[in-house]
């Protein structure tokens, strides 16, 4: 089972461009894992963390969900009510990136939905673009998911990569955080295989001493994630890759995937290898 509270994931983000040529990289980096409905609790208890309001460490409502600042538990119970979940009051966690000292960009960031028995009804996957926009992927487990390992799927309706068409696919093969975390996406186009990502990590407290540490160690973490962005684009760009034009947002704010699991597969295996 997931484990309650807020800590840090100490780890590293790895993308493996599989097609049309190789291309990969792998860079440190941290997260926060926060119980949305005791920010405030975290917020008073530290020192270099805030809730809305500067600090070495902040989160900001405004950073996700509809980004108006309004509160995050309302919008997450509506994407859900829109598939027919009803979590009666459920833990809801947050896994991200946080700001440093204001700044924060978060290409994913991951809703666990758990109903009022703790068990993991759902995954919200809230993944931005460069561009400023935002989409949301709303994935419901079955009624019988332990949800210690889960997989899901579906199709893309979001721009986030030029060098990827939308004519795509994605996989989540997932290991919700606990001691440790493992996100791994594969993407796939109708030729195959495209594109594998992953995100691990190792548990440590949400203390002022471990955030203290992560500043030491990922002063520039923000910058950082913006720069390789667009330096690893620079580089797939100069190998050849097939540009793609920026295509209309979405016109809904979440798309709605199958409810199941899908058997892994060979496949799968190996491209989760690939990811270690």
């Given at each position: ?5 807020s ?50 460490f ?15 538990r ?8 829109g ?7 459920g833990r ?10 204001g ?31 935002q ?20 199709a ?22 606990a ?14 295989p ?9 548990r ?36 050849g ?24 597969t ?11």
């Amino acid at each position: 089972m997931t484990e309650a509270g807020s800590s840090l994931y100490f780890g590293r983000v790895m993308h493996h461009r599989l097609r049309p040529f190789r291309h990969r990289f792998s860079y440190r980096v941290f997260s926060v894992w926060l119980d949305i409905d005791r920010l405030g609790e975290d917020a008073s208890r530290l020192r270099l963390f805030s809730h809305n309001r500067f600090n070495l460490f902040s989160f900001h409502d405004k950073d996700h969900g509809r980004r108006d600042g309004g509160p995050l538990r309302p919008w997450v119970e509506a994407l859900l009510a829109g598939d027919g979940i009803d979590l009666e009051g459920g833990r809801i966690s947050l896994l991200c990136y946080p700001r440093i000292l204001g700044y924060v960009f978060n290409p994913l960031s991951v809703f666990f939905c758990h109903d009022a028995a703790d068990r993991l009804r759902a995954i919200v996957y809230e993944v931005k673009n460069t561009f400023g926009e935002q989409h949301c992927y709303v994935l419901p487990l079955p009624e019988d998911a332990d949800g210690t390992r889960v997989r899901q799927g579906c199709a893309k309706h979001f721009h986030v990569s030029p060098f990827i068409g939308m004519q795509a696919d994605y996989r989540f093969m997932i290991r919700p955080p606990a001691e440790d975390l493992s996100i791994v996406i594969r993407q796939s186009v109708p030729q195959g295989p495209q594109l594998v990502a992953s995100m691990t990590g190792r548990r440590a407290g949400l203390r002022d001493a471990t955030l203290l540490k992560a500043f030491c160690q990922y002063p520039l973490m923000t910058l950082k994630i913006i720069s390789a962005i667009h330096w690893e684009a620079l580089w797939i760009w100069l190998k050849g890759a097939t540009y793609h034009g920026r295509p209309p947002a979405p016109d809904r704010q979440a798309s709605y995937g199958p409810r199941g699991e899908r058997p892994a597969t060979p496949a799968d295996a190996r491209l989760a290898g690939a990811a270690e």
